[in-house]
Nanobody, 119 residues
C-alpha cells in the first residue's frame, strides 16, 4: 500500500501562486509515476500533470502548460505542484495519485486539497 497526503491548498486571487505538496509513504519503492488531478464542482476529474518516480519524465495538460510545474523530492518522497498565474477556472479539489505499473493507471489516491481562485 502507498499512502498519499496532500497539502498546500487554499484561497488565492487570480494571478497568484500556490504550491501543493503530496507526501508519499508506505511501499513507495513500488511506485512508477505520480500525478495530479483536479475536479471542479459539477465536472469530471481531469488530469493535470504527471511525473515519473525518477523525476526525469513530466507531462502536463494543455490547460496548465507554462503555468504549473510538477517536481519531486526523492529524499522526502514528496511531489510538488507549483501553480503560477492562477485563474478562476483552476478552482477545484486537487488530488495526488500514484501508479505502480500500467502507464496511465493510478492505483492510489490522496484525499484531495481545495484550491479556490477568486477573480
Amino acid at each position: 500500500q502507498v499512502q498519499l497526503v496532500e497539502s498546500g491548498g487554499g484561497l488565492v486571487q487570480a494571478g497568484g501562486s500556490l504550491r501543493l505538496s503530496c507526501a508519499a509513504s508506505g511501499r513507495t519503492f513500488s511506485t512508477s509515476f505520480m500525478g495530479w488531478f483536479r475536479q471542479a464542482p459539477g465536472k469530471d476529474r481531469e488530469f493535470v500533470a504527471r511525473i515519473s518516480w525518477s523525476g526525469g519524465s513530466k507531462v502536463y495538460a494543455d490547460s496548465v502548460k507554462g503555468r504549473f510545474t510538477i517536481s519531486k523530492d526523492n529524499a522526502k518522497n514528496t511531489v510538488y505542484l507549483q501553480m503560477n498565474t492562477l485563474k478562476p477556472e483552476d478552482t477545484a479539489v486537487y488530488y495526488c495519485a500514484a501508479g505502480v505499473g500500467i502507464p496511465g493507471r493510478y492505483d492510489y489516491w490522496g484525499q484531495g486539497t481545495q484550491v479556490t481562485v477568486s477573480s
